[in-house]
């Protein structure tokens, strides 16, 4: 009788255990479950935040190419735009108004990088020669580059930058920022560049470039030397061998008359005036 009861408690703990067994792992599994769907949350509320939020916010904007003063004058032109997020924002416009506004950008190029930087990479304009022009009943000095076109710089030493000449006389109504030179003068421009590429400072010993407008649309140039009263008339062909033929002239000149007001280079000789 004892050995029949025993065997029938040892079933029952046996019962139990895999009973307990059984709820224990239904247990576990829950709790993985709940961990796996946690998990999953976290990460697509970790992709929202992340990647998400600011695809839809204000982009960031990182300028190559600037410096500060020019990229306070980008970031105006871009507010002006008005808020936009990273998806939204148009870089061909953005392109387009950049270029219409500020003279002195002469490329742009822009790479939206996902989720929130919008990259510019910039190409300024440099100067090679620089004029004068009215604006508001005020005269101010403006840049132009190799190609003729006229701009505005942040950079206020171009300026006061001996070795940009300064050039005068040309038509008042071609002066306009972010014009371009008629053909005639942008090959005047073309010489000035390529006389800047050479390593002599020729334009160190000038002070002004004058165009002085000819029947038939031509024209032709009066020179100003540095620390000199006296100008220097010569026709458009302004290169080295004319500029170093001007040098060795003057010195002639001065060292027959001392109170020359002008010489003349044209037509091939060398004459000249008195005060």
Same mark, same amino acid.
Not at 39 to 59: K, T
């Given at each position: 009788m004892s050995d029949v009861l025993f065997y029938e408690y040892e079933d029952l703990d046996k019962e139990d255990v895999i009973s307990k067994s059984k709820s224990n792992n239904k247990k576990i599994s829950i709790l993985k479950t709940i961990i796996i769907c946690l998990? $999953?949350?976290?990460? *697509? @509320? !970790?992709? $929202?935040?992340? *990647?998400?939020?600011?695809? *839809?916010?204000?982009?960031k904007f990182e300028y190559i190419g600037l410096d500060a003063s020019s990229s306070r004058e980008v970031n105006e032109v871009l507010n002006e735009m008005g808020s936009q997020s990273w998806v939204s924002f148009d870089k061909n416009k953005a392109a387009s108004v950049i270029?219409?506004?500020?003279?002195? !950008?002469? @490329? !742009?190029?822009? !790479?939206?990088k996902f989720p929130s930087t919008v990259y510019f990479k910039f190409e300024e304009r440099q100067p090679v020669a620089k004029t004068l022009i009215n604006i508001d009943s005020h005269t101010v000095p403006i840049q132009i580059d190799k190609n003729g076109v006229l701009f505005t710089s942040t950079k206020k030493s171009v300026s006061f930058d001996s070795m940009i000449p300064l050039i005068s006389g040309l038509p008042l109504e071609i002066l306009k920022e972010g014009g371009i030179l008629p053909v005639k003068y942008?090959?005047?421009i073309g010489r000035i560049s390529a006389l800047k590429a050479l390593p002599q400072k020729y334009f160190a010993a000038i002070s002004e470039i004058q165009v002085v407008s000819k029947q038939q649309g031509n024209y032709e140039l009066v020179l100003y030397p540095v620390h000199s009263k006296i100008k220097v008339l010569t026709d458009r062909t302004l290169d080295e061998a004319a500029l170093k033929y001007m040098m060795v002239a003057l010195d002639v000149v001065n060292s027959i008359e001392p109170n020359v007001s002008e010489v003349d280079l044209r037509y091939g000789s060398v004459s000249y005036r008195t005060k």
């Open positions: 998990g $999953i949350l976290l990460f *697509f @509320e !970790v992709l $929202i935040y992340a *990647f998400v939020m600011p695809c *839809f916010g204000n982009p270029k219409n506004s500020l003279s002195f !950008v002469d @490329e !742009v190029t822009i !790479v939206k942008r090959s005047l």
